[in-house]
């Protein structure tokens, strides 16, 4: 009975294999500050939640990583960061915090905490999730540009499913290429070497905006008659 049980638990545990892995990844910030180049390290941490067709991807810093030359009143400070994508997805996630609930003393590290956005995909896939810049914004300016320097692997390895397949090239999901010919006054031109209309109004439009007026005079007017 229990060999039989276990034969039937394994490949239902398999199935239910993890969407989302996150890691904790210790990154270097090189920073650009007021008060001159600072360096730290945080360990990072990215979650995702699922919502609908999109997630809500939370980047939470166990340490500051930049100190304050000046007393921060509280509210004044808010951080942001963007968090790179990779595998199936390119470009960035833009997570921001919220202001610092309380007065940072001077000279002392500034508290990150917890920074959130969301990423919608575009299509099934495994995605995955690397800090990118993080900026301070205190007092009106960007007081602290910082830059990961050690190049972190990534905090989070997502895998997106559930969602509608798309069409190659199309966007409709319907697989097949619009037709882009259209009846035009007159009549509809012939293709000519493979191109569709449009292609060869855009080519015509593209020879007359380099030529110029001469080129239009050429291209509208008809050869006269040869003389006995």
């Not at 997630?55 to 000046?70: A, C, H, R």
């Not at 963007?82 to 960035?92: A, H, I, K, S, Y």
């Not at 035009?184 to 020879?207: H, I, Q, R, V």
Request: charged residues 20%; aromatic residues 4%.
């Amino acid at each position: 009975m229990l060999t039989a049980a276990v034969a039937v638990w394994a490949p239902a545990g398999l199935a239910a294999a993890p969407a989302a892995h996150a890691e904790v990844v210790d990154v270097k910030y090189a920073c650009e500050t007021e008060i001159g180049d600072r360096s730290a390290v945080s360990p990072v941490d990215v979650t995702a939640e699922r919502k609908g067709d999109a997630y809500t991807i939370t980047m939470t810093f166990d340490k500051g990583v930049s100190d304050s030359p000046v007393e921060l009143p509280k509210g004044v400070m808010t951080p942001r960061a963007e968090l790179v994508l990779g595998g199936d997805d390119r470009g960035t996630v833009q997570v921001k915090g919220t202001p610092n609930p309380a007065a940072v003393p001077a000279f002392t590290p500034v508290r990150i905490g917890t920074l959130t956005g969301t990423y919608t995909p575009k299509r099934n896939g495994t995605v995955t999730f690397t800090a990118g810049v993080l900026t301070v914004h205190a007092l009106g300016m960007d007081a602290a540009v910082c830059e990961p320097a050690n190049e972190p692997g990534p905090g989070l390895t997502l895998t997106v499913t559930g969602l509608p397949e798309t069409g190659a090239g199309t966007g409709d999901g319907s697989g097949e290429e619009p037709d882009e010919e259209e009846a035009l006054p007159g009549g509809e031109l012939p293709k000519t070497g493979g191109l569709s209309t449009t292609t060869a109004l855009a080519t015509l439009g593209g020879t007359v905006l380099l030529g110029g007026t001469g080129a239009l005079l050429w291209l509208t007017r008809r050869p006269r008659p040869a003389r006995p």
